[in-house]
């Protein structure tokens, strides 16, 4: 019996040290993979390619293994579980998101942790139906126009840009997700050019992002940035093309990652498989929270 308790004390796991204080999480909207890193001449990711690339990790697998809309997307990212749930923003997750289960285990202030969005309906990552976690624990947001909340509708990424350098530089998030609507939004009217100009726009916009979080006295060394897709759009031949989206084929469900932080190795192209829930599942195991019954994995490959 005292051998047993010996051996449990001395098999207990201590967590691992990271330098990563702060997690950051971009989602450029329903890109197709072929016109991102899936596209040899990178013409529409110029700064993911030429600037982030070099700093970071790039996945040549990477995929929605869910249904591929808005809204399961992002839920998969934040909770670590893909589930079936309605695309209007009409639903709240079923499991708490990685911000309730991050404040609660650090016991950390609301300002800490943030949802931003261009498209309103994305406000109920910030929420779930879970009667133990509903309410509790849950991150601020700025969703939408006017902050208006999950039926408030779209509003243009520059406002999403410089609202998220205003929330940063104001209340220095340790963890945030932030949804940019291109080229979702010019995708769905069907015009290519405005379709690879929203890529282009995005590529910027996070490109600045990450040179500000890189300047940043408090951001800078410290935080790890994950810059993602919440669902691709069809194959050519398969339904409209580039024009919608949300079924199983491959153009839907082959995404970008792009990993960057001060625990990951830098200028490596990885081409082992993952999946949008293996994010959460890294944050987790950085940030030293769990998640419980996820099926999500750490991307160990990532790791220095
Ligand atoms: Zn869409
Ligand atoms: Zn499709």
């Not at 999480?25 to 890109?31: A, H, K, L, R, W």
């Not at 944050?283 to 220095?304: R, T």
């Amino acid at each position: 019996m005292f051998s047993i308790v010996v051996s449990c004390t001395k098999d207990k796991v201590q967590p691992k040290e990271y330098e990563t204080e702060n997690v950051i999480i971009i989602v450029m909207d329903g890109p197709r993979y072929s016109e991102t890193w899936g596209d040899s001449s990178h013409q529409f990711i110029p700064r993911m390619a030429n600037d982030l690339a070099p700093i970071g990790c790039i996945y040549t697998d990477f995929y929605s293994q869910g249904e591929t809309f808005t809204i399961p997307g992002h839920t998969a990212i934040s909770t670590g579980f893909y589930q079936y749930i309605d695309n209007g923003g009409l639903e709240l997750p079923q499991r708490p998101s990685i911000f309730q289960l991050w404040r609660s285990r650090h016991n950390a202030p609301q300002d800490k942790s943030w949802v931003i969005a261009s498209k309103g309906k994305i406000e109920v990552l910030a929420n779930c139906s879970n009667l133990s976690w509903k309410d509790q624990f849950s991150p601020m947001t700025d969703c939408g126009i006017e902050s208006g909340g999950a039926m408030s509708g779209y509003r243009h990424d520059s406002i999403t840009f410089q609202n998220t350098l205003d929330i940063l530089s104001t209340h220095h998030p340790n963890l945030a997700i932030i949804n940019f609507r291109e080229p979702d939004f010019s995708g769905h009217t069907c015009d290519l050019e405005a379709y690879q100009q929203g890529i282009q726009d995005v590529d910027d916009y996070i490109y600045q992002l990450i040179n500000y979080i890189e300047t940043d006295s408090l951001y800078q060394g410290k935080t790890t940035v994950f810059v993602t897709n919440d669902h691709g759009r069809h194959s050519d031949g398969v339904a409209d093309g580039f024009c919608s989206h949300g079924d199983p084929c491959d153009g839907c469900k082959h995404i970008n990652l792009f990993a960057f932080g001060p625990d990951f190795k830098k200028d490596v192209i990885l081409s082992n498989e993952r999946e949008l829930i293996d994010i959460p599942a890294t944050i987790a195991e950085l940030l030293h929270f769990d998640i419980p019954n996820s099926n999500g994995n750490v991307m160990i490959e990532l790791f220095k």
